[in-house]
């Protein structure tokens, strides 16, 4: 009986082959992968607007509780001004009489909010809401369109209106000098680049 032997001959991949099996499991991990990417890609953007709209409903919260405490024997508790900016903007003011300077060993005054737009007077300003301490200065006398950014604390950066409406039942009105109100309407509304900004609409309803 004659017996044949079988010589295994071994045999690597070539190049081609080595490049057609990379080629080949990329795509595959691209597509497997596409959904996960768009899918973080989603959940990330809304968590960047939900930032913007908590950034800014704190921040009118803030302004709600400096009325709330606002310093009742003034003649003028709380100041409200309307005001349009070219291109329809709300530009408003609050001015508030406070004790809150009394921390810093000064004599009652008053906070200012504003908005601070980019331009080219304040280019190095960071556009925004801003707080400013007036102390020793009461509502009706405050300079608020004398107010420079370097001198005031900026609560929310990128802020680009501001609408303030104050209630005197049963109307709604903008424009508002006196003791505090039956409640305040604040709306704040922040660009984001080229793309649709965010807006909240924040109302509070004060102890009489």
Do not use: C
């Amino acid at each position: 009986m004659k017996i044949t032997k079988y010589t295994a001959i071994k045999r690597g991949f070539t190049l081609v082959e080595v490049l057609v099996s990379v080629a080949l499991t990329g795509l595959i991990a691209s597509l497997a992968f596409a959904p996960v990417v768009y899918v973080v890609r989603q959940v990330t953007e809304t968590e960047a607007a939900y930032s913007d709209e908590t950034a800014m409903r704190r921040a009118a919260m803030f302004m709600a509780q400096d009325v709330a405490a606002g310093l009742r024997l003034a003649s003028t508790v709380v100041r409200v001004i309307a005001h349009k900016e070219f291109g329809g903007w709300d530009d408003d003011t609050l001015i508030v009489a406070s004790s809150a300077q009394a921390k810093q060993n000064l004599a009652a005054g008053s906070i200012v909010y504003r908005v601070v737009r980019y331009s080219f007077m304040n280019e190095n300003d960071v556009p925004g809401l801003y707080r400013w301490l007036l102390p020793g200065i009461l509502p009706d006398d405050a300079e608020y369109d004398r107010l420079e950014a370097k001198d005031g604390q900026l609560i929310i950066p990128h802020v680009t209106n501001m609408s303030l409406s104050v209630l005197e039942p049963p109307e709604w009105v903008s424009d508002y000098g006196g003791k505090l109100p039956a409640g305040m309407k604040i709306v704040l509304s922040r660009e984001r680049g080229a793309a649709e900004g965010e807006s909240v609409e924040y109302v509070v309803a004060f102890p009489m």
